[in-house]
């Protein structure tokens, strides 16, 4: 059974900087995808940014791209969110997420490329 657990949300003025960490366990972790997904009140849960087993490959929705960085440590079984010049749009609930195969996945923006999920972190930007 595999666990994730998010942690750095929090409240932040527009224009600050956050760092979202994501721990994983109970799966080989260097082996699987790992994405950032966000929920915001009343709206569908949307991409945020991916990142393929190696940290070789990187994928952003175009409304985060240029600000925000996601990482992996394979060693620390861990993958992180840098988001900076963050606006108020940026408010949501965010989600880590465990890629469903070692294969190759056809589209990482995709919530059906991923079967296990962190309980979530709240990120509020004030304006």
């Known amino acids: 059974q595999v666990q994730l657990v998010e942690s750095g949300g929090g409240l932040v003025q527009a224009g600050g900087s956050l760092r979202l960490s994501c721990a994983a366990s109970?799966?080989?972790?260097?082996?699987?995808?790992m994405g950032w997904f966000r929920q915001a009140p009343g709206k569908e849960r949307e991409f945020v940014a991916a990142i393929n087993w190696s940290g070789s490959s990187t994928y952003y929705a175009d409304s985060v791209k240029g600000r925000f960085t996601i990482s992996r440590d394979n060693a620390k079984n861990t993958v992180y969110l840098q988001m900076n010049s963050l606006k108020p749009e940026d408010t949501a609930v965010y989600y880590c997420?465990?890629?469903?195969?070692?294969?190759?996945?056809?589209?990482?923006?995709?919530?059906?490329?991923?079967?296990?999920w962190g309980q979530g972190t709240r990120v509020t930007v004030s304006s």
């Open positions: 997420a465990f890629g469903r195969s070692t294969k190759w996945l056809r589209d990482l923006s995709k919530t059906y490329e991923f079967d296990y």
């Open positions: 109970g799966r080989t972790f260097s082996s699987y995808a």
